[in-house]
Antibody, heavy 117, light 110 residues
């Protein structure tokens, strides 16, 4: 049973870069045929797909964030990471990492990231 | 504004059946499978239904999904107080080339 765990700073200043890492256990990113994804949820609001990465590094992003976001994978550490540049208060959200199979079938517990000075 | 449209709320008494709708377009629901998620406050979403009508292992048979054209529905029968949660539909969107979610429906068991 795969387990995913987000880690990273919970507070980021406006205009700086948000960085989160998702560590996967119970499954091998390098051996899987799945995309590994980031999804966010602003406080009190719905879910928004941020982007996904394949074991090869092939990545896809939601159009509204494409100019500011990058997702990378480190198969040696069984991790994938999110970087979101030039953040504003509207980027404040719980960020979830998830495995994308037939739907997002395994999720991390989520990491609240607040953008504030 | 979400690409997929869900009612913001739904409710029903214990034991009854409730359905939650999800409306989209040809580029998303019309061409792709729909998944449903259940989310309790403060927790991660849980995959409830995938491929329109398939229940992952461990999901009770009280939950069922269906799809017709550009709409999908989640039905919950034998409502229980423990079903109070937010429910989200999701699918792939060919125009956006990525997954999209509905705005979510808050289910209240009266």
């Amino acid at each position: 049973q795969p387990q995913l765990q987000e880690s990273g700073p919970g507070l980021v200043k406006p205009s700086e870069t948000l960085s989160l890492t998702c560590t996967v256990s119970g499954d091998s990113i390098s051996g899987s045929s799945y995309y590994w994804s980031w999804i966010r949820q602003p406080p009190g609001k719905g879910l928004e797909w941020v982007g996904s990465v394949f074991r090869t590094g092939d990545s896809h992003y939601t159009p509204s964030l494409k100019s500011r976001v990058s997702i990378s994978v480190d198969t040696s550490k069984n991790q994938f990471s999110l970087r979101l540049r030039s953040v504003t208060a509207t980027d404040t959200a719980v960020y979830f990492c998830a495995r994308h199979a037939a739907g997002f079938d395994y999720w991390g517990q989520g990491a609240l990231v607040t953008v504030s000075s | 504004q979400s690409v997929l449209t869900q009612p913001p709320s739904a409710s029903g008494p214990p034991g009854q059946r409730v359905t939650i709708s999800c409306s989209g377009s040809r580029s998303n629901i019309g061409n792709n499978d729909v998944n449903w998620y259940q989310q309790f406050p403060g927790t991660a979403p849980k995959l409830l239904i995938n491929n329109n009508d398939h229940r992952p292992s461990g999901v009770p048979g009280r939950f069922s999904g269906s799809k017709s054209g550009t709409s999908a529905s989640l039905a919950i029968s034998g409502l229980q107080s423990g079903d109070e949660a937010n429910y989200y539909c999701a699918t792939w969107d060919d125009s956006l080339n990525g997954p999209v979610f509905g705005g979510g429906t808050k289910l209240t068991v009266l």
